[in-house]
């Protein structure tokens, strides 16, 4: 397309195979948000943060327009995706929380 600046990205092997998350708990400030991707199973007394992401609120917009925009043709292409159940949703602060971490693993 014109005038779209292309970008040369590298793919690092221990990247690739990602993290496995089912739960995102989102957080900002005034000047970035933070995206917490946590995985919880049963039989794990809490929930485990893999990554973290911190973006300003430019690029946590950019992502949500590309989100809304691979779902769409995701369900363009698969059908619709259920949420099933009741939905589950809402924001809070992390700083209501408490220190994150720092605790013992179990």
Partial sequence: MPGQQQISIE?????AK????????????HSEFVIDFATSLPGLPKP???SRIVMTPE????????????ISK???QFGQI??????????FNLADFGPLGGGSKS
Avoid: C, F, M, W
């Fill in 11 to 15: 793919l690092k092997p221990e990247v």
């Fill in 18 to 29: 990602g993290h496995y998350s089912n739960l995102a708990i989102i957080s900002h400030s």
């Fill in 48 to 50: 485990e943060i893999g």
């Fill in 59 to 70: 690029h946590a917009k950019r992502l949500l327009n590309a989100l809304a925009d691979n």
């Fill in 74 to 76: 995701y369900e363009s």
């Fill in 82 to 91: 259920s949420l099933g159940g009741k939905q589950q949703g809402g924001t």
